[in-house]
């Protein structure tokens, strides 16, 4: 598995070496030893979740308070543009935000450790995401901050208007305003 910390060095984007032939493809898609060595630190799975959206969907930026989640996430059909965006208060990366593309295609997962609002928005048809978390969802320990948010001033790839949003997406806090707890590093 190759390992690559991004522009925010908590963040890690993973790519499974894969298996292929003309009767299909094989990898690994999560073992917890090489994933331990390639963010260098420990995490335990509590929670697998999986989400089919259609195209022009922008799920987030969520976050949970009191109970924060590490996740790593996938897209097993289609693609997304992926986003992480640190909110861990005394962090020198404070309000900075990554973007990766991550599909069916290029495999690619991306680590986001607790700490960071998380979103992502589908570029295909549809997209199946899965992703592990290390605590349970909390419906009263989840925010939101508005997709939007012109103090991060996040690139989307909307090329068709406005993404298409869910209620509570739609009235998510700015960055400033945001409920925030102590969280990761």
């Known amino acids: 598995m190759k390992a690559t910390r991004l522009a925010i060095p908590d963040l890690v984007l993973l790519e499974p070496r894969v298996f292929q032939d003309e009767r299909g493809f094989f990898f690994e898609s999560f ?8 963010v260098g630190s420990t995490a335990t799975f509590v929670q697998d979740n999986h989400s089919r959206s259609q ?23 289609g693609e997304v543009y992926d986003v992480a965006v640190d909110i861990r ?21 991306l680590w986001i450790p607790e ?13 199946d995401f899965l992703y592990k978390t ?11 901050i508005v997709w939007n948010d012109r103090s991060l001033a996040i690139d989307w790839p ?10 509570k997406d739609q ?13 990761g590093r």
């Not at 073992?31 to 390639?38: C, I, K, V, Y």
């Not at 290390?134 to 939101?144: Q, S």
């Open 55 to 77: 195209k022009h969907v922008l799920r987030g930026l969520h976050y949970q308070i009191g109970r924060p989640q590490g996740k790593l996430v996938r897209v097993t059909e």
């Open 31 to 38: 073992n917890q030893r090489t994933f331990e060595e390639a």
């Open 115 to 127: 700490g960071f609002a998380h979103g992502f928005l589908v570029l295909s048809d549809h997209a």
């Open 89 to 109: 208060k005394g962090s020198p990366y404070f309000g900075k935000w990554v973007g990766e593309v991550l599909s069916a295609e290029n495999r690619k997962q």
């Open 158 to 167: 909307c090329t068709d208007g406005e993404p298409r949003l869910s209620p």
């Open 171 to 183: 009235v998510g806090a700015s960055l400033q305003d945001a409920e925030l707890s102590e969280m």
């Open 134 to 144: 290390t605590d349970y969802y909390a419906p009263d320990c989840e925010r939101t």
